[in-house]
């Protein structure tokens, strides 16, 4: 089984700081490792992944983030945020397994709010 | 863009009626995936299926059913809904093989139950 946590329920930051939303996982077995975005009233679209391969991946709006094996993070980073990058931002994991379901496990989500 | 569709959106139902939250999707991917997400909270596993006449319950206990009768449809059942069934379901597709890991979400239908 599959658990992640994402250290920090609220950030605040103001306008054209950086960034960086926490992501730790635990599993047994070799994970990949997504963050999702959410804004309000709205489903979950994907930012970013780490299937295989550089373990610094870049994703849309400017995002980033890193895979760190020995520390088990994943932690989502951007040099400067805008006022359009205020949502709910989950870190997700799902097992490395042939003929799996490809569930994720989500972690509780950060809030990351941009200040003027 | 993901072409995956719920309706309704909202839905504000008295306690004890059957209600049907429909998700469509049209990338012919054989997973689907319900979600149940309660205000700030992360999501919860429901249902999920491995293509047509499978499914399976997931982490989450809930009183939903599921059906799978074609590729595209994942509709979600509540018998006799209750205010304990207030809540966000999101409805999400990925493929079965290759490279593409991720689950594509719709917008998800707010369900309120008075």
């Known amino acids: 089984a599959q658990s992640v946590t994402q250290l920090d329920s609220q950030v605040p930051v103001f306008e054209e700081a950086p960034v960086e939303l926490r992501c730790n996982y635990s599993?047994?077995?070799?994970?990949?490792l997504f963050w999702y975005v959410q804004y309000p009233n709205q489903g979950l679209q994907l930012l970013l992944k780490?299937?295989?391969?550089?373990?610094l991946v870049k994703g849309i709006n400017g995002f980033e983030a890193e895979f760190n094996k020995s520390q088990t993070s994943f932690h989502l980073r951007k040099p400067s945020v805008h006022i359009s990058d205020t949502a709910e931002y989950f870190c997700?994991?799902?097992?490395?397994?042939?003929?799996?379901?490809?569930?994720?496990?989500f972690g509780s989500g950060t809030q990351l709010t941009v200040l003027p | 863009e993901a072409d995956i569709y719920q309706t309704p959106r909202y839905l504000v139902i008295g306690t004890g009626k059957k209600i049907t939250l429909e998700c469509s999707q049209t990338?012919?991917?054989?997973?689907m995936y319900w979600y149940q997400q309660d205000p700030g909270m992360e999501l919860h596993l429901i249902h999920y299926?491995?293509?047509?006449?499978?499914?399976e319950k997931g982490d989450l206990s809930s009183e939903s059913t599921v059906s799978r009768i074609r590729t595209e449809h994942f509709p979600l059942t509540l018998e006799s809904a209750r205010p304990s069934h207030t809540s966000q379901y999101l409805c999400?597709?990925?493929?079965?093989?290759?490279?593409?890991?991720?689950?594509?979400f719709g917008p998800g239908t707010r369900l309120t139950v008075t």
């Open positions: 997700a994991v799902s097992a490395r397994s042939r003929g799996s379901a490809r569930q994720l496990t």
């Open positions: 990338m012919g991917h054989d997973k």
């Open positions: 780490y299937l295989s391969g550089s373990t």
């Open positions: 299926s491995y293509g047509v006449n499978s499914t």
């Open positions: 599993s047994s077995v070799s994970v990949y």
């Open positions: 999400a597709s990925s493929e079965s093989s290759g490279t593409r890991w991720e689950q594509y």
